[in-house]
């Protein structure tokens, strides 16, 4: 009977079918070249001194520089940079955003036929709960991978705004999902492996960038708009401690350690003075005490809002001037072209100062390749759209989820077992959630696996969604529909989303088990039904302290990091905050236990001050942290970790400090984490060595790091070591 099917019809389809394959091959589907400078097939263009790839980047931008007229200049000052046909250097749009992958969110970027979509790994909240830095390195590799394949497809920049590495401070700024959680050292981990994995060129590849990342948003920045209050226009009083121990370090080890291509000053202002307009900030500390090789951005159009919003200048040439002359070299937004030239004429501002700006700009460009002629014949120049949406891509946005997610609670019901559950009730607003997974800053993701089809794959499941939205405004049909589902189930998971109060669900018989999910990405349904079902054994911690509901009464714009008993201020995370917590930093079951032994740490640490200084004379409460007597001062902590349990599992240990009481410090803070995978009865050795002057100081009053004398303690877990520091 199949012989019967009449030829012609069929070749008809099949020329159907082939059709837009041609128009692909011969440049269809969207297919584009990229924008690059120096086309080496020009010769005028490839005589230009600053097109000489043998030349420093440094000679090369000092010959643009000397190519151009002020009025050229300012075009190299905004994102939207301005073509210059005369030197054949084509538009560029500086805005590209790759939080958790690459997004749609800047102009720089955009998705089309020919690449759909790319990888969208969880928001980094979850990602950074894995406490796994090789992870957080891994995925900026693919990331960066991903935005080299399609930008020499002319689909996407080099200059990545991400990350968003702003201290997690207040549960109500409603963006903390963009950060690693509300730990300095954490957030300064996260930063330097996210950004060395976007930006590493591979050795040999000198100070050559795979794409430039940013640090934002530079400094105290975590409101957005409460009660009023916009992020526009809001003053962050911030004492310098709480500035030098918690706001700060993770854009000092971005910039040291993680050696960024960029920061992004934020809109507010700090004890007065917009962060874009601020010398001290800019130029004095990431340009100066940091030692930033790369480019300091506006937010967008944070130089606007001064002037406009702010009324921080008089005039708009003012604005201009003071932001250039702070430091600034970047303006997303178009202010600095529209008002520098003028700012120059009137005097408020040097020729030079723009010189700099365009400079580290220029230079920026330089290392990753944009005056080099065609990406398509240079490093990474062989990637392509083939290289985005890989399966290696996708499961390890499959693999951040399942490592990032928190078991909070389990009464024994977990892990599931697909032998005993024939039925299962999936409940709730998001359910089968897509898009809602993948959280904000978000890209086209390559495909979605939603809860329901993830749990759907391992067993029979009905669906209800029992309530419209999360706040679960009544629609009492809908719960009842629910609520029978439940009953005739063998197992119900309810799935709620972040609004939702838990303090009921943590003490509540009915709610055997808590899985704390963040925002999971793409694959975010099939990692869940992985724990579920004990596929994977979970080992995700939370980043951020859970503050009951009366953590509401302190206002939101309140900075203060350390509480003051006198009038009730509890303080904000882990390290400080004072009263309950419905979970607490660093919580997080597993399905197998894990021992702790102390294998060796000293008792006493001994300073060796240089002769002369005062504490030798004199009693100290503190020394410096820093000069001769920190170099060599380490010690090492050893422990052996076993699996106690019948499963195998991965296990952060966390290495926490409490110092003596001095300077106000915090309670205990984190002084390094290690994730070991261990099988049943294995055990391991987990080292850490601690330098004293950086890892047990403390910042006080005046922004100082100090190291106590006296005792210190040592936590791990239960564990409590003390050793005591002398001098
Ligand atoms: C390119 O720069 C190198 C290093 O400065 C220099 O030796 C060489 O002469 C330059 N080439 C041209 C064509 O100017
Ligand atoms: C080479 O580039 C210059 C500057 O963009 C342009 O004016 C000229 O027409 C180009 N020459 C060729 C042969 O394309
Ligand atoms: C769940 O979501 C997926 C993807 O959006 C959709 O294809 C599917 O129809 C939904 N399933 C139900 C039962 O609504
Ligand atoms: C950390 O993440 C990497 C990359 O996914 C993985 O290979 C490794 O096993 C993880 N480490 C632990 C201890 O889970």
Not at 700 to 720: F, I, M, P, Q, Y
Request: hydrophobic share 40%; proline share 6%; charged share 15%.
């Amino acid at each position: 009977m199949a012989a019967a099917a009449p030829p012609f019809p069929a070749s008809a389809a099949a020329a159907l079918l082939l059709l837009p394959l041609l128009l692909c091959l011969s440049g269809g589907c969207n297919a584009q070249t990229p924008v690059f400078a120096c086309d080496a097939s020009n010769a005028t263009l490839a005589a230009y001194g600053f097109c000489n790839r043998s030349a420093t980047a440094a000679a090369r931008a000092a010959d643009l520089v000397s190519r151009l007229t002020l009025a050229e200049k300012v075009g190299f000052l905004v994102d939207k940079q301005a073509a210059l046909p005369r030197l054949g250097i084509p538009a560029y749009e500086w805005w590209s955003e790759a939080l958790h992958g690459v997004s749609y969110v800047g102009p720089g970027t955009r998705f089309s036929p020919l690449v759909p979509g790319a990888t969208s790994f969880p928001q980094p909240i979850l990602t950074a709960a894995s406490f796994n830095a090789t992870l957080f390195r891994a995925i900026g590799e693919v990331v960066s991978n991903e935005a080299r394949a399609m930008h020499n497809v002319g689909l996407a920049g080099l200059t990545f705004w991400s990350p968003n590495i702003n201290i997690f401070r207040d549960p109500r700024w409603g963006r903390g999902q963009e950060t690693p959680g509300e730990d300095p050292l954490l957030t300064s981990k996260y930063a330097v492996g996210y950004v060395t994995g976007l930006q590493d060129a591979g050795s040999g590849a000198g100070d050559s960038l795979k794409v430039a990342a940013c640090c934002k948003h530079y400094t105290a920045y975590d409101v957005d708009n409460w009660k009023g209050v916009e992020r526009y226009t809001f003053n962050a009083v911030v004492s310098q401690q709480d500035l030098d121990d918690t706001f700060q370090p993770p854009f000092k080890s971005c910039v040291v350690d993680g050696n960024v291509a960029s920061v992004m000053c934020s809109y507010n202002q700090v004890n007065g003075t917009p962060t874009c307009a601020d010398k001290d900030l800019l130029s004095g500390v990431i340009r100066g005490d940091w030692k930033l090789n790369g480019y300091i951005s506006s937010d967008c159009d944070s130089v606007d809002v001064l002037y406009n919003n702010q009324h921080y200048t008089k005039t708009p040439e003012d604005a201009a001037a003071i932001s250039i002359k702070a430091g600034l070299d970047l303006n997303c937004g178009n202010f600095l072209a529209q008002h520098t030239v003028a700012a120059v004429q009137a005097g408020k501002l040097s020729e030079s100062d723009v010189d700099r700006a365009i400079t580290n700009n220029f230079i920026t460009l330089m290392r990753l390749g944009f005056f080099d002629g065609d990406p398509r014949e240079l490093p990474f120049g062989s990637l392509g759209p083939s290289d985005v949406c890989t399966s290696s891509n996708q499961e390890l946005a499959r693999e951040a989820a399942r490592q990032g997610i928190v078991l909070l609670k389990n009464n024994g019901a977990l892990p599931l077992s697909t032998k005993s559950i024939k039925s299962m009730a999936v409940i709730g607003p998001n359910a089968n959630a897509s898009f809602t997974m993948i959280g904000n800053y978000e890209g086209t993701p390559c495909k979605y696996t939603t809860p329901l089809q993830g749990l759907g794959a391992n067993v029979a499941t009905v669906y209800q969604p029992g309530c419209t939205n999360v706040g679960c405004s009544g629609n009492s049909l809908q719960l009842d529909a629910a609520t029978k589902a439940a009953a005739s189930a063998d197992v119900t998971v309810l799935i709620v989303g972040a609004d939702q109060s838990i303090s009921f669900a943590k003490s509540s018989d009915k709610i055997a088990a808590i899985l704390w999910v963040g925002y999971p990405g793409e694959a975010g349904g099939a990692a869940i039904a992985d724990v579920l079902f004990g596929y994977h054994n979970p080992s995700g911690r939370l980043p951020v302290s859970w503050y009951p509901e009366s953590f509401t009464k302190i206002p939101m714009t309140d900075m203060r990091m350390r509480p003051d008993p006198s009038t009730g201020y509890p303080g904000r995370t882990y390290r400080f905050y004072t009263g309950d917590t419905v979970y607490a930093f660093g919580d997080g079951l597993s399905y197998t236990n894990y021992a702790h032994r102390l294998v060796s740490a000293p008792t006493q640490v001994a300073v060796q001050l240089a002769e002369g200084h005062a504490c030798l004379t004199e009693q100290c409460l503190s020394v410096e942290a820093e000069g001769g007597h920190c170099e060599n001062l380490a010690f090492d902590v050893h422990l052996r970790v076993r699996n106690a349990g019948k499963v195998g599992g991965a296990h952060t240990v966390f290495l926490f400090s409490s110092p003596p009481a001095v300077h106000n410090a915090p309670a205990k803070h984190l002084l390094g984490f290690e994730k070991v995978s261990l099988e049943p009865g294995q055990a391991g050795v987990v080292a850490f060595k601690v330098d004293v002057c950086r890892d047990l100081s403390v910042v006080d009053e005046l922004g100082n790091r100090k190291v106590a004398l006296g005792s210190h303690t040592l936590h791990v877990g239960d564990l409590k070591h003390t050793l005591n520091l002398r001098v």
